[in-house]
Structures are given as C-alpha cells and as structure tokens.
Nanobody
Framework: QVQLVESGGGLVQAGGSLRLSCAASGRTFSSSSMGWFRQAPGKEREFVAVISWSGNITYYADSVKGRFTISRDNAKNTVYLQMNSLKPEDTAVYYC?????????????????WGKGTLVTVSS
C-alpha cells in the first residue's frame, strides 16, 4: 500500500555531510511516524532517528545525537535525514521506514513499511 524510496547516499570523507531523502508513494490512509534505521555489514539493523506525523516529536540514537537531523515535508510526502560531521562508523545501508498510528516508536519491529535502502560510505 505504501512504497518508500531512499536516495542521497554516496561516498563522503569523514567530517563531511550528506542529506538523505525518503519519498513515499501509494495509499496512505492515516497519520504515520517516519524513521531512519541503518545496518552495517555483519551487524543488526539499528535505530537512527524517528519523527512524528506533525514533526514536533523527534528521537535520535545517542550515536548520532547532535550530528543528524530528521525532518519531513508532508505536502511532498518526503522525509529527510541531514547528516553532518560524518564518521567512518556511520557507514551503513540506511533504510527509511513508516509506522501507522499516533504512537512514535524507535523499534524496527514497530515499522510497517520499509524502503530498500541507500548506501552511505564514510572514508577516513
């Protein structure tokens, strides 16, 4: 019912910045929170950031707090992740996800829809 497509990944040097975008299409029946998750090779998928429907509630993983900013433009059905001061340990495939309902969750198990991911590589 909902398709999510990430873009904006690429190769960047440590200390640099990237801006990821997630475009949603298909049928969206009700308000939803949106989140970003990432997965490095050989590791579990981990929470990065989440934002409520209105955008007034956001949560960040401790590892990215102060460096990453999540935002959304509901008119464009798009969610963004601005990543600054990137570190090599940020290297991962970044996934966009969505959850229906008013409850904002940081758990990947709570997300109903997922994109296919975009690769971010940070070199040292």
């Amino acid at each position: 019912q909902v398709q999510l497509v990430e873009s904006g990944g690429g190769l960047v040097q440590a200390g640099g910045s990237l801006r990821l975008s997630c475009a949603a299409s298909g049928r969206t029946f009700s308000s939803s929170s949106m989140g970003w998750f990432r997965q490095a090779p050989g590791k579990e998928r981990e929470f990065v950031a989440v934002i409520s429907w209105s955008g007034n509630i956001t949560y960040y993983a401790d590892s990215v707090k102060g460096r990453f900013t999540i935002s959304r433009d509901n008119a464009k059905n798009t969610v963004y992740l601005q990543m600054n001061s990137l570190k090599p340990e940020d290297t991962a495939v970044y996934y966009c996800a969505a959850r229906q309902g008013i409850v904002v969750s940081t758990s990947p198990d709570a997300m109903a829809y997922w994109g296919k991911g975009t690769l971010v590589t940070v070199s040292s």
